[in-house]
C-alpha cells in the first residue's frame, strides 16, 4: 500500500490529507512487488559517488567487500554490461550457495541491478548511489527474492539473516573505500 496526496491538491484544505490508493501487485515494476524477503540497508561512505559506484558495480571486487561470497567466475566477457553473467559461489546459513547473476540495469553512477531466476532463492540485488549531505556517497544495497520450498517458511529467518550479512557488507566497503581516500 502507498498513501498518495490527491492529484493538484499541493495547497488548501486537502494538502494535508492523503488518501490511500490500493494497487494490484502485478501493476507495479519488478521492483516494487512485493516478495517475501525485502531488505534494505544504506551507509555513508565518505568517498565520492563515482569512486563507490567504479567499485561496488565491478563484480570482481566482491570477494573484498562481502563477507559471505567465496568466488566470482565470468560467464560473459568483462566488463559488467546490461545482460552481462557472472557466476557467485557463496556461504549463507552455513551452506555453499552457486548462483549466477545477469546484469539488468545500469544507470552509471546511480543504480546497479542484478537478478537471478534460478536455485532455491531466486533474487534481485540493487545497489543504488546517492551524494550524501557531507559530500559522501550514501550507498544503498536492496536484496528482494521469492524463496522456494523450505526458504518460503524460514523467510523471516532468511530476511533477517540477510539484513545482518548486508551490514557487515556495506560496514567493510566502507572501511575498505575510506581507506583507500
Known amino acids: 500500500m502507498r498513501r498518495r496526496r490527491r492529484p493538484g491538491?499541493?495547497?488548501?484544505?486537502?494538502?494535508?490529507?492523503?488518501?490511500?490508493?490500493?494497487?494490484?501487485?502485478?501493476?507495479?515494476p519488478p521492483y516494487h512487488r512485493h516478495v517475501a524477503v525485502e531488505v534494505e540497508t544504506s551507509i555513508d561512505i565518505e568517498?565520492?559517488?563515482?569512486?563507490?559506484?567504479?567499485?561496488?558495480?565491478?563484480?570482481?571486487n566482491?570477494?573484498?567487500?562481502?563477507?559471505?561470497?567465496?568466488?566470482?567466475?565470468?560467464?560473459?566477457?568483462?566488463?559488467?554490461v546490461v545482460g552481462s553473467r557472472v557466476a557467485f559461489v557463496a556461504n549463507f546459513l552455513g551452506r555453499r550457495i552457486a548462483y549466477t547473476y545477469e546484469v539488468r540495469q545500469i544507470l552509471p553512477n546511480e543504480r546497479f541491478v542484478m537478478s537471478t531466476a534460478e536455485g532455491p532463492f531466486p533474487m534481485?540485488?540493487?545497489?543504488?548511489?546517492?551524494?550524501?549531505?557531507?559530500?559522501g556517497t550514501i550507498m544503498t544495497l536492496r536484496n528482494e527474492g521469492e524463496p522456494t520450498?523450505?526458504?518460503k517458511v524460514?523467510?523471516?529467518?532468511?530476511?533477517?539473516?540477510?539484513?545482518?550479512a548486508n551490514q557487515k557488507d556495506l560496514a567493510r566497503l566502507k572501511e575498505i573505500l575510506e581507506a583507500g581516500k
Request: aromatic fraction near 12%.
Open 9 to 28: 491538491c499541493a495547497t488548501g484544505t486537502h494538502a494535508r490529507r492523503p488518501i490511500l490508493i490500493l494497487t494490484a501487485w502485478h501493476s507495479y
Open 47 to 60: 568517498c565520492p559517488r563515482t569512486v563507490v559506484a567504479a567499485y561496488v558495480s565491478n563484480p570482481d
Open 62 to 80: 566482491a570477494t573484498e567487500w562481502y563477507v559471505n561470497i567465496k568466488s566470482v567466475d565470468w560467464e560473459t566477457p568483462r566488463p559488467a
Open 124 to 135: 534481485q540485488t540493487t545497489y543504488a548511489w546517492r551524494d550524501s549531505p557531507g559530500g
Open 149 to 151: 520450498g523450505f526458504g
Open 154 to 164: 524460514a523467510a523471516p529467518v532468511i530476511a533477517a539473516a540477510m539484513r545482518r
